[in-house]
């Protein structure tokens, strides 16, 4: 850290409020779940369908935002990505029909929750930084869940202060487009031949775009990738398709007031932020896979407690504590695998397949802890495949080899074939 400039310290604060804003505003239907059911008249299967299409949009625009900013840098992705959550989100506030909320939240938000994204700022950090990489990428991504410490319980106070949820999704929505000149404005312009040059990768070889085909062949016959992908899956489906989109709606099911309710969320939201900023030092200084592998076990002994949370509220805020460690830090230290074992010269693509992989998952999650509420009228099965699933995340990991130097590969790729 000690030759970190101040530059580098203004992009990664702009970085971490740009995801602060957009991760708070994927989180508003979790919060507003029951609110909007009830006036709506939604069931849990529809409304967990919405946040479903969003994240199969998510996915779906991730690859691309990651190809784009392999190609172009970060800054116009993400105060596009910032501007597509915002207007979405704006709109989602006056539906009065479920197809607007799907056009406005699924589609729109949706888009920019692809763009405005872990990977893409990961990608940005990654670059920029060589000392302390994984440290630069934990604090930054930790903004995915900073935003959420302060905001959801605030936005809870709102909606209760409003007696409607709609207010909250105005509040954010209007946020999320007023930084975007900021953002414009703070973040570096350097393009990909810029900051692969602060990787000691000659600018002219920087300039050379390889084909679409040739970097996808490369990434796709990585072995390290397949299994970063097939953990990352069920990553998405263990946090963010059943933590992200059902906690709260479980806890309102326990019976557990709002605001209790999303103070445990804020708690679990401050422990992601340790989590990952403590994941990211460490993903420089030990063997990586076998971290990422502890993490999806001890993640998944988290879930044992919420079947015994309809018992005692205090156990929700026990499991905010612990998840909150073993959440999203997974994302830093797979971020830093990919930028030893794939590279940082594709990383951008890699990533951006990865987070389809996990959005993939989190869609699956996402539909599938609303189909088994509406089929058992509990959650208990939820959070018992949650279990089998993350044990099977941990074992895929320790599959993956360390690399005894460590270094971000930046000469990666064959020259193309004549």
């Known amino acids: 850290m000690k030759h970190w400039h101040l530059t580098d310290w203004v992009v990664l604060a702009v970085a971490f409020l740009v995801l602060a804003l957009s991760f708070s505003a994927r989180s508003l239907l979790g919060l507003t779940m029951p609110a909007l059911e009830t006036e709506l008249g939604w069931s849990r299967s529809l409304s967990s369908s919405a946040m479903s299409l969003a994240l199969v949009v998510m996915g779906c625009v991730a690859p691309l935002s990651g190809a784009l900013v392999d190609r172009f840098g ?64 934990g604090i930054a991504t930790a903004g995915s869940t900073a935003g959420q ?30 930084v975007i000149p900021m953002t414009w404005m703070l973040v570096s312009r350097q393009g ?10 000659p600018a002219r070889r920087a300039e050379a775009a390889l084909p679409l085909d040739e970097r996808l062949r490369y990434i796709f016959t990585n072995t390290a990738f397949w299994l970063l992908a097939a ?67 001890f993640r998944a002994l988290c879930f044992i407690l ?15 504590v612990l998840f ?8 830093v230290v797979t971020a830093s695998l990919v930028s030893t074992h794939i590279g940082l010269r594709v990383m951008g693509l890699a990533m ?9 998952g989190a869609a699956i999650g996402s539909f599938g802890g609303g189909y088994l509420f509406d089929l ?33 590969v930046v000469e990666l790729l064959p020259a193309p074939a004549h």
């Open 192 to 201: 990909r031949a810029a900051e692969l040059a602060r990787d000691h990768l």
């Open 74 to 137: 970060a800054r116009a992705i993400l105060c596009a990505g910032l501007g597509a959550v915002g207007v979405g989100v704006a709109l989602a506030a006056s539906v009065a029909a479920s197809w607007q909320f799907f056009a406005s939240f699924s589609l729109l938000a949706g888009l920019g929750f692809g763009m405005a994204a872990n990977h893409v700022v990961a990608t940005l950090m990654s670059r920029r930084f060589e000392e302390g990489r994984g440290l630069a990428v």
């Open 376 to 408: 058992f009228a509990r959650y208990e099965w939820v959070w018992v495949v949650s279990i089998v699933l993350a044990l099977g995340a941990g074992l895929l990991s320790f599959l993956i080899r360390e690399k005894p130097d460590r270094a971000a």
């Open 149 to 178: 410490l302060l905001l959801i319980p605030v936005l809870s106070e709102v909606m209760t202060a409003t007696g409607g949820w709609r207010s909250s999704y105005w509040a954010v929505g209007i946020s999320c487009l007023a």
């Open 231 to 297: 953990g990352f899956f069920i990553c998405g489906i263990t946090t963010t398709g059943v933590i992200e989109t059902h906690l709260l709606p479980y806890a309102a099911a326990c019976g557990f007031p709002p605001l209790e309710s999303a103070t445990a969320y804020g708690v679990l939201s401050a422990f992601n932020l340790f989590g990952m900023v403590l994941a990211g030092r460490l993903s420089d200084q030990m063997n990586r896979p076998l971290l990422l592998g502890a993490i999806y076990i």
């Open 324 to 331: 909150g460690i073993f959440d999203y830090s997974t994302f």
């Open 352 to 360: 951006g397949l990865l987070s389809a992989s996990h959005s993939l």
């Open 306 to 320: 919420l079947i015994f949370v309809a018992r005692d509220v205090s156990l929700l805020f026990v499991f905010a």
